[in-house]
């Protein structure tokens, strides 16, 4: 296998566009054309993971969290972030990272904690914005449904759980070729008009190169006019968290008494029972304190997430029950999500889910 194909599949799922702006995702160790046999899954790295994936013959390791995550000027192999790269590089092992963007696709890390809490209707808590275009281009009438057919291929036209959509307008087109040019129609030096139709579309700002590819190659024009706008839309189906509900109502302390069994948590840090039932969930893999007021806009009766500080857990104000189940433990299923991706691809292609338990955080009970 070469790298490149498992990191074309991870990426057709969970777009490295998606990443938030802090965040370093993609492949950070080794080359697209290595080939490698075998791959080992895990959150994090560590230098016990890079043994592990040396002993088992593991050419590439797939993480949640990216182990270069800030700017490094040497590496020298002080710290243990320095001695994995190290050790990496020595042993022709790859390394590549799937994190925010993975976290901010249906299908992702909090799909994965919904299907384990086994929620229904489930949505986005904090859908993406800003990350829309709508082309607008001019064709002749003629031409217009193999334009369309080749923008809807690149991955244009997508809006909920329809796809191949546009709206179109018939009108008059009208230029003159110049000295130098090879008209598709119309004669040199004269003004042409011609009967064209306005395709709109819509597509993801990941997609724009590929789209517009698409467009200049189907278009019969030489030379073909378009024009993209940013959109303010938000995307349903991107972003980060999840609400979703369960089946039927449950009590909180023996709800928080399912959480702590099914993630394994040593404790459950929550803020005070509010005295009633538990029905609209809405959850967070990771440091989701910032989404406390998306959850609380969305009717939840509990957030689920890891890492509030302190002061945080006064925002609740008596409007719903949040569970700090841990860092780690919310995102632990997030090695069974990459299992999951690539084998759907790749049958027969050998993976490894890591023994190692990363988690740097340990309880005295």
Not at 101 to 118: F, H, Q, R
Not at 135 to 161: C, K, N, W, Y
Not at 215 to 221: I, R
Not at 245 to 269: G, M, R, S, T, Y
């Amino acid at each position: 296998m070469v790298i490149q194909e498992i990191i074309t599949h991870l990426e057709s799922f969970a777009p490295l566009a998606y990443q938030e702006s802090y965040d370093n995702s993609g492949l950070l160790v080794g080359h697209p054309l290595q080939q490698i046999n075998k791959a080992l899954l895990t959150i994090d790295v560590t230098e016990a993971v890079i043994d592990e994936a040396i002993e088992h013959g593991c050419g590439l390791i797939i993480a949640h969290h990216p182990i270069i995550f800030k700017g490094m000027k040497r590496l020298n192999g002080y710290n243990e972030v320095e001695r994995c790269l190290i050790k990496a590089i020595k042993n022709d092992i790859a390394i590549y990272a799937a994190h925010t963007n993975l976290d901010s696709v249906t299908g992702g890390v909090n799909s994965k904690i919904a299907e384990k809490l086994k929620l229904t209707n489930c949505g986005i808590l904090s859908p993406a914005k800003e990350q829309l275009f709508k082309l607008v281009t001019f064709v002749p009438t003629e031409s217009a449904e193999q334009v369309r057919r080749a923008m809807f291929d690149a991955g244009a036209g997508h809006i909920g759980h329809y796809d191949r959509c546009s709206y179109n307008g018939n009108g008059t087109g009208t230029f003159r070729a110049n000295d130098g040019t090879h008209p598709f129609v119309g004669n040199i030096g004269q003004e042409h008009h011609e009967k064209e139709t306005r395709i709109e579309t819509i597509l993801p700002r990941h997609l724009k190169n590929k789209v517009v590819k698409a467009l200049q190659n189907a278009h019969p024009y030489e030379e073909v006019a378009y024009d993209i706008y940013p959109l303010a839309n938000e995307m349903p189906h991107v972003g980060i968290g999840m609400v979703g509900e369960l089946a039927q109502p449950a009590d909180e302390k023996e709800f928080l008494a399912v959480i702590k069994k099914l993630f394994n948590c040593q404790v459950i840090k929550y803020t005070n029972l509010l005295g009633k039932k538990i029905q609209k969930v809405a959850v967070c893999g990771g440091s989701g304190s910032f989404l406390l007021a998306d959850a609380i806009r969305a009717g939840a009766d509990i957030f689920i997430t890891g890492d509030f500080k302190y002061h945080n857990y006064f925002d609740a104000e008596g409007k719903i029950l949040i569970a700090d189940i841990g860092h780690f433990e919310s995102e632990q299923f997030t090695k069974e999500l990459f299992y999951e991706i690539v084998i759907k691809k790749f049958p027969t292609f050998a993976l490894r889910l890591s023994d190692v338990k990363t988690n740097p955080i340990f309880y005295f009970c």
